[in-house]
């Protein structure tokens, strides 16, 4: 959960606006309360209204989690409604994993909603009209209109209560292991020097293909990794089915990336790696 605080008095909390949230309800209130407590008292009638920003998370994972380097400021400047999206009810599927990807672009002064297009959609008409209503409501209010067009993007997913699904009973892999999931590995060809990159370093992977271009990243960015990280995001996991690549998507793993060198060779050598 992301906020963006506004202190008008020293000796008052905060007013709270949410930025982004996946939080449950219950948790929203833990964040609310801690919030109340805030104060800045060094704040004075002169310096005027004072702005921060604070991310809170809440996770049962084993991955560790990456520094993450912000380009693009603008997107913290995205105010969306505090109550989270309810799926149409009854559920509008056969009690099936629903994914709705939309891109928004703002444009325009903070008060305008923004363009919304879906890019990837496994929803019913219904589930991705409540996608569109949701996300018309958010704002960004720092815009004057004479910046250029912002563009978010933002994945909505569904499970239905009850419903058997597959999951990855781990989150963690090695380079190796991870490797040896993806389709075609043997006709790959590849040769990487880590010890060019800082090594070891740690990969967060996120499964969106073949629907659309996996995202990987390693926390700062090192212009020594980018062409292995791209790289590394052309791989595909060999999904036993349609249902697997559907219910997975979406989901993140970390590949532990070691010191040391991998050379693939094709369909010669191709299971072949000094990496370990």
């Not at 909390?13 to 407590?37: I, K, S, Y």
């Not at 009810?89 to 990807?101: C, I, L």
């Not at 980018?226 to 690549?245: C, D, G, I, S, Y």
């Amino acid at each position: 959960m992301r906020v963006q605080l506004h202190f008008n008095q020293a000796d008052a909390p905060p007013r709270v606006e949410v930025l982004a949230n996946t939080a449950a309800p219950e948790m929203q209130e833990q964040v609310f309360r801690f919030l109340e407590g805030y104060r800045l008292p060094c704040l004075t009638s002169a310096e005027g209204p004072v702005r921060a920003v604070q991310e809170f998370s809440f996770t049962n994972s084993e991955r560790e989690p990456l520094p993450v380097e912000r380009e693009n400021k603008g997107e913290l400047c995205v105010v969306m409604p505090r109550e989270p999206m309810e799926p149409p009810t009854p559920w509008p599927g056969d009690r099936e994993v629903e994914h709705v990807v939309a891109v928004l672009t703002f444009s325009g002064d903070g008060q305008q909603a923004p363009a919304v297009k879906i890019i990837h959609s496994t929803g019913s008409n219904r589930l991705e009209s409540a996608v569109r209503e949701q996300v018309a409501k958010y704002r960004m209010p720092c815009r004057t209109g004479a910046e250029q067009p912002m563009v978010v993007q933002q994945m909505f997913s569904f499970n239905p209560a009850g419903a058997r699904r597959y999951v990855l009973k781990r989150e963690i892999f090695r380079l190796a292991e991870f490797l040896g999931m993806t389709a075609g590995i043997q006709a790959v060809q590849a040769d990487f020097d880590f010890s060019t990159m800082n090594c070891p370093f740690k990969v967060d992977y996120s499964i969106l293909g073949p629907n659309l271009p996996n995202e990987v990243r390693a926390g700062k960015p090192d212009p020594n990794r980018a062409v292995f990280l791209k790289w590394l995001a052309e791989r595909q996991l060999a999904f036993a089915n349609a249902k697997q690549a559907n219910e997975l998507f979406g989901e993140v793993i970390q590949i532990q990336v070691p010191c040391g060198t991998l050379k693939l060779q094709g369909e010669e050598s191709a299971s072949r790696t000094d990496a370990s």
